[in-house]
């Protein structure tokens, strides 16, 4: 299943770059991941968490996103 595929592949991503606190481009990825939730497998609870993430992490990096 190809959301799975991109779910794994944001995940590691998002992992990487918090490691490396580049936690704006980590938020981007975030909210995508949090889109395929909504969006292709209709799980609001993952993809209202994914979206509280993306929004602390651009509030580290004090972005207007």
Do not use: C, N
Request: without cysteine.
């Amino acid at each position: 299943m190809l959301s799975t595929e991109a779910i794994t592949g944001l995940r590691i991503a998002i992992d990487i770059l918090t490691e490396k606190g580049r936690f704006q481009v980590a938020a981007t990825h975030q909210k995508s991941l949090a889109e395929i939730y909504k969006v292709d497998l209709a799980d609001l609870e993952q993809a209202m968490a994914a979206y509280e993430l993306a929004g602390d992490w651009y509030l580290v990096e004090e972005s207007p996103r």
